[in-house]
Nanobody, 130 residues
Framework: EGQLVESGGDLVQGGGSLTLSCAAS????????IGWFRQAPGKEREGVSY????????YYVDSVKGRFTISSDYAKNTVYLQMNSLKPEDTAVYYC???????????????????????WGQGTQVTVSS
């Protein structure tokens, strides 16, 4: 059974930076895409980014493009989300999820519609103060 464990959430001032980690186990890491999602209080969960296990291709939603960077460490089966220029509206519980690697079209739909994940982590809280 696959397992994902997030870490790195914290309280940070607006304009600051934070790096989240997602450690994967129980499945073949390079056969899956790992995505980051977030859920703010009172709002629906939304997709943020993904990275493909096979070729390392990445995707970002418009609201984080240019500020967030997703990367993988295949030796550690870990995916990172480097978040810069943080804004109060980035405050949310951040989750990582895994989806068996697929076409760009299907992976983008996975992130944009938040559907079809094979595994979810438990989440880590990110709070950005103004």
């Amino acid at each position: 059974e696959g397992q994902l464990v997030e870490s790195g959430g914290d309280l940070v001032q607006g304009g600051g930076s934070l790096t989240l980690s997602c450690a994967a186990s129980g499945f073949t890491f390079d056969e899956y895409a790992i995505g980051w999602f977030r859920q703010a209080p009172g709002k629906e969960r939304e997709g943020v980014s993904y990275i493909r296990g096979g070729d390392g291709g990445t995707y970002y939603v418009d609201s984080v493009k240019g500020r967030f960077t997703i990367s993988s460490d295949y030796a550690k089966n870990t995916v990172y989300l480097q978040m810069n220029s943080l804004k109060p509206e980035d405050t949310a519980v951040y989750y990582c999820a895994a989806h068996r690697d697929s076409s760009t079209r299907l992976l983008r739909r996975w992130v944009l519609r938040v559907e079809g994940s094979d595994y979810w982590g438990q989440g880590t809280q990110v709070t950005v103060s103004s």
